[in-house]
């Protein structure tokens, strides 16, 4: 938290310090893939208030296209009827940027899924443990009318 007269943090301003005399930055480091809701305890901290710990409760934010059971990551794919019925190959944006294929060559129904091994979360309490896997779950778009799909299937 900055200032805003003198745009230094809270700890090195005098005047922010006298007001403020409660409050400090910390830096914290969070462990990759811990999960919503889970709570650190953090014992050595410049101030201690009753030799007690500083508690940090964890919140995640949401993300539109991913979830997370887990150290699975879950994610809808929209494909089309034909690509569900002869087979595909699509490029996913995984949360850190990097580009995940998926692929079939399997008729796909509703109920489908792609498990992609080792593309989810770190699973931090168990370093010895893989990451777990992202797995693709397909929503397939049925057409309109018959002739789209005759057209879609003719083009193919």
Known sequence: KRCKKCANTHSSCPECSQQDSNK????????????????????????????QNLQVNIYSDHHDSFSRHGSD????????????LRGF?????????????VSSNQVLTPDSNIRVKGEGMVD??????PNGDLIVNFNIEFPNNFKSFKDEICRS
């Not at 969070?30 to 101030?47: H, M, N, Q, R, S």
């Not at 996913?92 to 294929?101: A, E, M, N």
């Open 24 to 51: 400090m930055d910390l830096i914290l480091n969070i462990p990759v893939g811990i999960e919503d809701g889970e709570v650190l305890y953090i014992k050595d901290y410049p101030f201690k208030i009753a030799n």
């Open 73 to 84: 990551i879950l994610y809808t794919h929209t494909i089309s009827l034909v690509d569900a």
């Open 124 to 129: 931090h309490r168990h370093h010895s443990h």
């Open 89 to 101: 190959s699509h490029e996913i944006t995984h949360l850190d940027g990097r580009k995940v294929v």
